[in-house]
């Protein structure tokens, strides 16, 4: 049976190349972004290589709750269900605290964590429905430590999504929606995408956008509780991030 995801972020770096990666899966797709043109080329794309895989497409800015809720509705009909949704969206941008740029570290809140926080609420409204579902939330291993300067916002709003979908995992244990819904938290390490060019050759852990995002769909379709993608060299590092003394901390990052 054909399973459809809905990815938001979808038109370019990560969000695309998963919706290239679940198309070869077999999946039928529904795709959400700001730059509908960005996803129009992609359909055209998917469906010269695909075929009759059906793919559904929506313009949506996840800072628009109403949108939001509007969006993944008409998703959900046109498609007949949605069976996993992957919160993807997100802004990278940021400044340092007390800089005069409050402006920029606010759209980076409002788009990470409230912008998740409105597509986890609709994205449970129809897994609740229908009693089944798979939520994928996109973290960050910069969740796993407070991080200085300019990623700092971006690092609290990566915790806190992680956060939020962890405490909608502890609720469903136990319940009798367990096991039919699911939730994964992913903590993508150096992934090459446009949020990231800045710092594409300032370090040797950066993997393609391909074999990166690989490792975050094997993961996926795991459905395991969480993962650092790729596994190597995240995995091993992601204690160290966590627990070891600010001077080690700094050097790392």
């Known amino acids: 049976m054909t399973k459809t995801i809905l990815i938001t972020g979808a038109s370019s770096g990560l969000g695309a190349e998963m919706a290239r990666q679940f198309a070869t899966l077999g999946y039928d797709l529904a795709l959400a972004a700001r730059r509908t043109d960005r996803l129009e080329e992609l359909k055209a794309e998917l469906l010269a290589e695909h075929g009759a895989r059906r793919i559904a497409l929506r313009a949506l800015d996840v800072t628009d709750h109403e949108a939001v809720f509007r969006v993944f509705g008409e998703l959900a009909e046109e498609l007949g269900t949605i069976d996993r949704v992957v919160i993807n969206a997100g802004l990278g941008k940021g400044a340092r605290l007390g800089t005069g740029r409050f402006d920029a570290n606010r759209q980076t809140a409002m788009t990470n ?5 409105a ?4 994205a449970m409204e129809i897994f ?10 996109v973290s960050s291993m910069s969740a796993m430590r407070g991080m200085p300067g300019a990623m700092t916002t971006y690092a ?6 992680a956060h ?12 009798r929606l367990a096991g039919r819904i699911k939730v994964t938290v992913l903590y993508p ?3 090459a995408s446009e949020m990231n060019e800045h710092v594409e050759q300032q370090t040797p852990l950066m993997v393609s956008t391909e074999k990166g ?3 975050m769909v094997a993961a996926i379709e795991k459905e395991v509780g969480d993962a650092c993608v790729p ?7 992601a204690p160290v991030m966590k627990h070891a003394p600010l001077a080690v901390v700094k050097r790392l990052i």
């Open 113 to 117: 964590f409230v912008g998740a926080l």
């Open 119 to 122: 597509q986890t609420e609709a």
């Open 128 to 137: 609740r429905r229908q009693e089944h579902g798979h939520l994928v939330m």
């Open 213 to 215: 995002v690989r490792s």
């Open 189 to 191: 390490g150096y992934i």
């Open 231 to 237: 596994a190597l060299p995240w995995a091993a590092m």
């Open 156 to 161: 609290a709003t990566k915790a806190g999504v």
């Open 164 to 175: 939020l979908a962890e405490g909608l995992r502890t609720e469903l244990y136990g319940s």
